[in-house]
């Protein structure tokens, strides 16, 4: 009668079981051979990496003396030209003096003027207050009046805020003239085409905001719908009675 087999080899199972076989103390030298031939090759391996890790070391402190060096190197070669010629230097400087005491000199006129004239404003009597500050509006309309207005949906350029106390006529440009884009009529164009960048995909949806009307009652909150009243109800301080008498004795 075949006894059944408890133990079935699954199909991952790939391997086939060896019977042992004994092997003599006399024949196992193949054996010991190969042990030695393996404690050989990792003795020399472990040799040639401690061989390369003193060569990196030595590597990098080379390196790291070499790097002092052109630091040290850099300090000491400065293009320093002083003492090159002096008479040209001293003069320079001569120069330089004097224009820092005449800049000085003119901002300090500057503001005793300005204080000078506040002081006399403040002084002036009511009337020959008020005529002083009218002819000043005045001016100050006058001086807008002659800069050139800008177009309908003319693009801004701004024209910088540094070396504009310079005379020099690229600076005095009127920058408020309109650009390439900007010289033909767009209030003619239909109101479609009266935006920023029509015909583009990051074109504006709206023209200013004046022109918008901000106050429409016809969406939104402003609707008297039950939603609405609902929302305004559950709102905090709407639904105060006032009538409410307090019931609660008074603690003595």
């Known amino acids: 009668m075949d006894q059944p087999n408890f133990h079935e080899p699954s199909s991952s199972d790939d391997e086939v079981l060896l019977k042992p076989v004994f092997v003599p103390k006399n024949a196992r030298k193949t054996i010991q051979n190969n042990l030695l031939v393996t404690e050989s090759h990792n003795s020399a391996e472990e040799s040639e990496r401690k061989a390369d890790s003193r060569h990196l070391v030595a590597e990098a402190v080379k390196q790291q003396a070499n790097l002092e060096a052109s630091k040290q190197q850099s300090v000491l070669d400065v293009d320093d030209t002083d003492g090159v010629n002096e008479v040209e230097e001293i003069q320079a400087w001569k120069l330089r003096e004097l224009n820092r005491l005449k ?41 807008k009046e002659s800069k050139s207005k800008y177009q309908f949906l003319q693009k ?26 900007d010289r033909h009529d767009k ?39 039950e939603v609405t009243a609902k929302a305004k109800n559950q709102l905090a301080g709407v639904n105060i009675n006032t009538n409410v008498s307090n019931n609660k004795k008074r603690k003595l």
């Open 103 to 143: 800049r000085d000199l003119l901002l300090k006129q500057q503001q005793e003027r300005e204080f000078s004239e506040m002081e006399a404003i403040r002084n002036m009597p009511e009337d020959e207050k008020a005529e002083y500050h009218r002819k000043h509006i005045e001016n100050q309309t006058k001086e």
């Open 156 to 181: 801004y350029y701004h024209k910088g805020a540094f070396f504009m106390d310079t005379n020099e006529e690229i600076y005095q440009r009127d920058y408020n003239q309109p650009g390439e884009s």
């Open 187 to 225: 209030l003619s164009l239909p109101s479609a085409m009266q935006v920023r960048d029509y015909g583009k995909s990051s074109r504006s949806k709206w023209t200013h905001l004046s022109a918008e009307d901000t106050t429409s009652f016809e969406y939104g909150w402003s609707l008297d719908t």
